[in-house]
């Protein structure tokens, strides 16, 4: 999975990113997590064996203080050690890592090249599920639709996505407004960010996190006609307007 998500950078399937964020901690012993060798460099093979081993249970640690140092200087790049940086910080499950995964994403730093953003897209999707605290989701929600929102828009919708899998409805309007970017609809909601040429990814993961917020399949596809993608949104327009009761 995660040699994919190395490939394909933000083009690749949204769910890569995401599933290895979806677990949540669990009450097991803190101990300290150090580095292991090779994880900057080495194979990707290699690392995504290591990484599967360093903390399977995605239990909650602490990062030994030099790690956290040097995967936080890491992260401040664009290229693949930042992701493995990314992926590391947020398999530890510590807090200390949480705030700096935030903290890089709240940099709202915009790189020259397409796949420029995939340690910070990763970044924002661990935060969907960890750690607890409103704290880190009125945070993402102001990286998505506050005053000032990330530049990036994939990072945007992902930290959106994140936000919205810790409850915060009030991004809803925005993800729908992805999904109608590129379509007649958008007339009516037009998009307030940069125009892109590709949206396909970014649509994707909006879909992907309407439905899941509201536990129904995820029908939408970027790719398909303009009747299908408005029927689609008007589907999960009517779902978000029925009383909560799932």
Known sequence: MLTLCFCSGCAGSPELVIDMASHPPTDEPWTSLTLFDGWREGPRMSFERDLSEWNPTLAAHRLDPDALQILTEALGGLDEPAMRA??????????????????????????????????????????????????????????STGEKPHPDLEVRVECASSALARGHTEVVPFLLRVLRASTPAQREDPPDWTPKPTMAWSKSRAATALSWHLGVSVNFRADSSYEDQLSEIARLVALLAEPVDR
């Not at 890089?104 to 090249?113: D, I, N, T």
């Open 86 to 143: 990314a992926l590391l910080l947020g398999h530890s499950r510590a807090l200390s890592a949480a705030q700096a995964l935030l903290a890089r994403l709240e940099a709202r730093v915009e790189g020259p090249e397409r796949d420029s953003d995939s340690a910070d897209v990763v970044a924002a999707a661990t935060l969907a599920a960890w750690p607890a605290g409103t704290r880190f989701g009125a945070r993402l929600v102001e990286l």
